[in-house]
């Protein structure tokens, strides 16, 4: 059974920085690419950034230069370090295991708040 679990969503104001992490089971995690989508209230779910096996990484151009994912693949873990916070990054944040059928996580909530 696949399992991606998100954790590490919190409240922090802007400028702040939060990690989150998805932690991966049931799947042979170095063949996947990985992701991490968010979705604001009233809004599509976007993509923020992906992570290949070997660890080439993309990003969409709302979080270049202040988000940075990473991957631990023998632990089955990927990471999203979150800085420079803005109140539009406020979002439910989905870990994403690329297939033909997609494995998601139930989300975390970052919301970003003075």
């Known amino acids: 059974q696949v399992q991606l679990v998100e954790s590490g969503g919190d409240l922090v104001q802007p400028g702040g920085s939060l990690r989150?992490?998805?932690a991966a089971s049931g799947i042979n995690f170095p063949w996947y690419t990985m992701a991490w989508y968010r979705q604001a209230p009233g809004?599509?779910?976007?993509?923020?950034?992906t992570i290949t096996g070997s660890s080439g990484t993309n990003y969409?151009?709302?979080v270049k230069g202040r988000f940075?994912?990473?991957?631990?693949?023998?632990k089955?873990?990927?990471?999203?370090?979150m800085n420079s916070l803005k109140l539009e990054d406020t979002a439910v944040y989905y870990c994403e295991a690329e297939s033909p059928v997609p494995y998601w996580g139930q989300g975390t909530q970052v919301t970003?708040?003075?």
């Open 20 to 22: 989150l992490s998805c």
């Open 43 to 49: 809004k599509q779910r976007e993509l923020v950034a």
């Open 60 to 62: 969409a151009d709302s």
């Open 68 to 74: 940075t994912i990473s991957r631990d693949n023998a």
């Open 76 to 81: 089955k873990m990927v990471y999203l370090q």
């Open 112 to 114: 970003v708040s003075s």
